[in-house]
């Protein structure tokens, strides 16, 4: 594939607002997760929740599009001067030729499951200011976006579980391979909401304890929320950028609704048909973010097939210790991990494992490393079997 440029990129996390916030906490090792509930949900499990949503509304030009997962993604517009980046690109190429492509899960849920609560006692209809179609539904996202940013390219929302926000980088680097645009606003958006939380602990895949990724005694997920974006332009138009999107690997095992196949094989095609539309080998790979949920049958299997494709050679880690597993937005925020990795020479550590599981053999990361790196690649792996690797190069 011909390279795409990462001008500029953000996110928001439970390890803070912006790139420098979060290079300090990946620095530190530290991590945004914390034993606590969420709005009425009192779980006996570790959350990463992004501090100042609540108390971020909306500007009153967008107020229609009013929600918690709308709220998290205009706080990631405004952190590191995003926005005016966007603004910057639209300038250059016109508001019709800058698309957005971003990735959820859940959306505005959220705001769907307080709305229920609000029904009408006698028959049952929701209240009157409740808006579905700006407030919950998978395409508002989109749809807000492209409104913050004053955009009017193609715009979509994905929604392939875990690997939503990365497959966006995907679609935006194909339509730009088209011809169709020439720059592209790409991420994800996930916020917490009782569906999510009481699901996950309904499937008996959340720890009790902090997410421990490769560990002997893992138990499974911690949640959380996320927001992350980059802009992309062609290579023709920025000469300098902060990065370099070259290449891309896709695959759908569809093996089981929420087990990957255990020996891993469709995150090999994954992971092999990035490389090779990079033009890449594996040894030029410096390191990995993981997918790395912590629970035992999908680290198992990951590990399977990063020693396919990769061996025991390549440094790898997974952050979601870190920052919890964000769910659609996880592609979108491990992506602009893997660009600070490769902006500030900095391997993340997996810093909330304790004890090494001898039954895996990648070469996995427990605190921060500080390298020269070249080229790093991003695994984000979902539900159904929907996976997606991010093969990204040093700019500048």
Not at 254 to 259: A, K, L, T, W
Not at 286 to 305: C, F, P, R, S
Request: hydrophobic share 45%; with cysteine; proline share 5%.
């Amino acid at each position: 594939m011909k390279r795409v440029a990462v001008v500029d990129h953000t996110l928001a996390t439970a390890l803070g607002s912006g790139r420098t916030a979060t290079v300090a906490a990946l620095r530190a090792n530290a991590s945004g997760l914390r034993a606590r509930g969420f709005e009425t949900a009192q779980l006996p499990t570790w959350l990463g929740i992004v501090a100042g949503v609540d108390e971020t509304p909306l500007p009153a030009a967008l107020a229609a599009w009013e929600c918690r997962n709308n709220r998290l993604a205009w706080m990631g517009l405004q952190a590191d001067g995003f926005a005016h980046s966007v603004a910057e690109a639209r300038a250059r190429h016109g508001a019709r030729r800058v698309g957005v492509f971003v990735g959820t899960s859940t959306s505005g849920l959220l705001t769907t499951e307080q709305a229920y609560r609000r029904r009408d006692p006698a028959t049952g209809a929701l209240p009157a200011d409740f808006d579905y179609a700006h407030a919950h539904s998978t395409g508002s996202l989109a749809a807000f976006v492209r409104a913050a940013l004053a955009l009017e390219g193609p715009a979509g929302v994905i929604s392939t579980a875990c690997s939503s926000g990365a497959k966006a980088y995907a679609a935006a680097a194909r339509m730009m391979d088209l011809g169709l645009i020439d720059a592209a606003v790409v991420g994800g958006v996930d916020s917490l909401c009782m569906t999510v939380l009481y699901g996950f602990n309904s499937l008996e895949l959340c720890s009790p304890d902090v997410c421990r990724p490769w560990d002997a005694h893992r138990r499974g997920i911690s949640l959380g929320e996320g927001a992350a974006f980059a802009l992309l332009e062609r290579e023709a138009d920025t000469p300098a950028p902060r990065a370099w999107l070259l290449g891309t690997g896709e695959s759908s095992d569809g093996y089981h609704m929420s087990s990957p196949l255990p020996d891993g094989a469709g995150a090999v095609a994954a992971m092999r048909e990035a490389l090779a539309r990079a033009g890449l080998r594996p040894e030029d790979v410096d390191y990995v973010n993981l997918h790395g949920t912590a629970t035992v049958n999908n680290d198992a299997a990951e590990d399977a097939a990063m020693c396919a494709v990769f061996g025991e050679r390549v440094p790898c880690s997974s952050t979601k210790g870190a920052t919890g597993h964000t769910l659609g937005a996880a592609g979108a925020v491990e992506a602009s991990i893997s660009l600070l990795a490769l902006e500030h020479g900095l391997m993340p550590g997996g810093g909330t494992r304790t004890t090494p599981d001898p039954a895996l053999r990648a070469n996995v990361l427990d605190a921060p490393v500080d390298a020269a790196l070249g080229v790093v690649a991003s695994n984000s792996f979902g539900f159904g079997g929907s996976n997606a690797c991010l093969v990204f190069g040093a700019g500048r």
